[in-house]
């Protein structure tokens, strides 16, 4: 089973984490891949409060993804975020091909 998680507010964070959680207590062979797009990237910084649990997560095959093109309009550095997140130049078409390629999709 394939999921992405589509994730374009800040505020929201905290809930995909926890539906990443509530998913992988359920079954750990669940590939995950979240896509964050807008102010969520913020999540994605070095210095960010979510930094531990997106790590663990992270450890556990969760994968992350940040928009190039909201990096560029929130003014964030790709050197600023947490080095495992994949940038991506358009996250939204990410998206698309994630669920052309099968993948379950949940927007928070």
Known sequence: MNVVFHV???????QVL?????LQAEDLSINIVVVFVKDAIKALLNESPHKQKLILLNLKGVLFEACQ???NK???????ILPFVKV???GVFQVV???????AYIKV
């Open 8 to 14: 374009d507010n800040l505020q929201q964070v905290n």
């Open 18 to 22: 926890n539906n990443i959680d509530n």
């Open 69 to 71: 093109h909201s990096l």
């Open 74 to 80: 929130q003014e964030v550095d790709v050197n600023q």
């Open 88 to 90: 991506v130049s358009a």
């Open 97 to 103: 091909q994630y669920q052309h390629n099968g993948y």
